[in-house]
Nanobody
């Protein structure tokens, strides 16, 4: 059974930091690119950051508005991906979703999401 379980969301003040985690199970984690997406109130879901699989070099890319503030990483031994978020802004308020995309076929999995609220 495939599972992606996000954790680490919550309420934080502007300028604060949070670290999101996504624990994966039920598939070969190392064969998947891992991403974080978010969906703010009344907005479409958007890509936050992506990290490639080890076999594809494990490179990272970020949405422009997150560059320099967010860092995505993965621990293949723990089947986990992380998102370190610094200098948070109210506009970062959203539900953050973990996504796994298979390197070799059109297969993608989603987590249930974790709420991040940036407010004073």
């Amino acid at each position: 059974q495939v599972q992606l379980v996000e954790s680490g969301g919550g309420l934080v003040q502007p300028g604060g930091s949070l670290r999101l985690s996504c624990a994966a199970s039920g598939f070969t984690f190392s064969s998947y690119a891992m991403s974080w997406y978010r969906q703010g109130p009344g907005k479409e879901r958007e890509l936050v950051a992506r990290i490639g699989s080890p076999g594809r070099g494990g490179g990272t890319n970020y949405a422009d508005s997150m560059k320099g503030r967010f860092t995505i990483s993965r621990d293949n031994a723990k089947n986990s991906v992380y998102l370190q978020m610094n200098s948070l802004k109210p506009e970062d308020t959203a539900v953050y979703y973990c996504n796994a995309r298979y390197d070799y076929a059109s297969i993608s999995y989603w987590g249930q999401g974790t709420q991040v609220t940036v407010s004073s």
